[in-house]
Each structure stands twice: as C-alpha cells, then as structure tokens.
C-alpha cells in the first residue's frame, strides 16, 4: 500500500501474484474509453488491516477503513518466495462465494448490465 499511496506503480505490481499483475497489465493495455489507466496516489481513507487467518500459503486479511459505516472486506494474500502477495484472483472467488451464499445472483456479460464502450 505504501507504493501505491507513493505512486511507485512497480513497486505497487510487485506486491501482487504474477496472475494478479498480468491481470491489472492488461486491462491497463485496453483501450475503454473514460476510464483512465490505473491511478496511484493518496487514498481518501485510512486502510488498515484488523485481522489475518493464516491457511498455509494463503492468508486472509480483514481489512477496514477509518469511515465508521464502512463495511470490512477480506483480501487473500499468497506468501510467494517468502513475500506475501496480493491475490486479486483468490480475493475474486472469495467475494463472488460470499455473494452467491447471501443470495445474490450471479451476473454475467449479457445480463442485460451496461456495457463497456471500447475505443
């Protein structure tokens, strides 16, 4: 978080898996017009972590921010050559599972949902 609140983008990409990192590289390389490229930089809010259950190589970090009504999320680290990485793919499942048990419906490109406008 400290190289993306400096905007140090590397630095920022080395703290994902390789998944994670080709994932964000290549949405960066779409060209959708008025979304910007991914953007570094201070945050609005305070993110701190307030747990972490440790499962072998993947570890579940809850994390809050300082707004009082701001729910906690769960974000899924994998320790990779004894770092801990961000795992945007595991995080994903993880959301879409919590989703799907709460009762929600899952969504697919052609549900109807606004489409992306492509350059």
Same mark, same amino acid.
């Given at each position: 978080?400290?190289? =993306? ?17 080709? $994932? ?5 390389? $779409?060209?959708?017009?008025? /979304? ?36 906690? =999320? $769960?974000? /899924?680290?994998?320790? $990779? ?39």
């Amino acid at each position: 978080m400290q190289a =993306a609140e400096s905007g140090d983008l590397e630095g920022f990409l080395q703290g994902l898996t390789p998944e994670s990192r080709h $994932i964000l590289e290549g949405l960066q390389s $779409i060209p959708v017009r008025g /979304v910007n490229p991914l953007v570094l930089g201070s945050y609005a809010h305070t993110v701190r972590a307030v747990e972490a259950d440790v499962e072998g190589e993947l570890a579940y970090v809850t994390v809050r921010t300082n707004q009082d009504s701001a729910e906690a =999320a $769960i974000l /899924v680290l994998r320790l $990779i050559a004894d770092e801990w990485r961000l795992d945007l793919v595991e995080t994903e499942l993880l959301w879409n599972s919590k989703w799907a048990l709460s009762g929600g419906s899952p969504r697919s490109l052609s549900d109807g949902s606004p489409g992306m406008d492509l350059l």
